[in-house]
T-cell receptor, first 111, second 116 residues
């Protein structure tokens, strides 16, 4: 099965860029997602990328995929205090509809 | 169009009791997924259902846990004879065939189960 690793914690200052990293083991992953979870809330889909793409930009969010190194990252430009949350990478393949999640990175934004 | 609705939001059960968690998918969605999140961990897949069918239950514990998604009404995740280790947040997600990536899922706010 898929093994997914994320660093546990990231602290940045407001206005700086944040980069959240994720590594995975299963190269058959077809779809790769980033979710945001605020305290006591459910998961909000932020963005996704197909495995045949290297990069996707969506306003302040940039997703980079390095298939060779099996590394996925999420860059948040001009990080705001409202971005403080836990960020999960997740994967799926066409053969199985369920998502496999990383353990989450807690982003703390200092004013 | 209301989002995925889960209830109750918080549930407290004593050891040995039964817990019933409900999930109403978004309108037009025929697929439901249940995930469990233990404290300080990511979500783990439990079961995937379509109306009246269990499609993938590879993440369900073999005993005490069951799920259904009847033709009418919400999906139910049932935990019999709860133990302290069942304390977790249980999330439901709904989707439809043809959604982005086949598995783009909209999540509910979760039910936080506490077993005392």
């Amino acid at each position: 099965g898929e093994d997914v690793e994320q660093s546990l914690f990231l602290s940045v200052r407001e206005g700086d860029s944040s980069v959240i990293n994720c590594t995975y083991t299963d190269s058959s992953s077809t779809y790769l997602y980033w979710y945001k979870q605020e305290p006591g809330a459910g998961l909000q889909l932020l963005t996704y990328i197909f495995s045949n793409m290297d990069m996707k930009q969506d306003q302040r969010l940039t997703v980079l995929l390095n298939k060779k190194d099996k590394h996925l990252s999420l860059r948040i430009a001009d990080t705001q205090t409202g971005d403080s949350a836990i960020y999960f990478c997740a994967f799926s393949d066409t053969g199985r509809r369920a998502l496999t999640f990383g353990s989450g990175t807690r982003l703390q934004v200092q004013p | 169009n209301a989002g995925v609705m889960q209830n109750p939001r918080h549930l407290v059960r004593r050891r040995g009791q039964e817990a019933r968690l409900r999930c109403s998918p978004m309108k037009g969605h025929s697929h439901v997924y249940w995930y469990r999140q233990l404290p300080e961990e990511g979500l783990k897949f439990m079961v995937y259902l379509q109306k009246e069918n269990i499609i993938d239950e590879s993440g369900m514990p073999k005993e005490r846990f069951s799920a259904e998604f009847p033709k009418e009404g919400p999906s139910i995740l049932r935990i019999q004879q709860v133990v302290r280790g069942d304390s977790a947040a249980y999330f439901c997600a709904s989707g439809y065939r043809g959604g982005v990536g086949n598995t783009e899922a909209f999540f509910g706010q979760g039910t936080r189960l506490t077993v005392v």
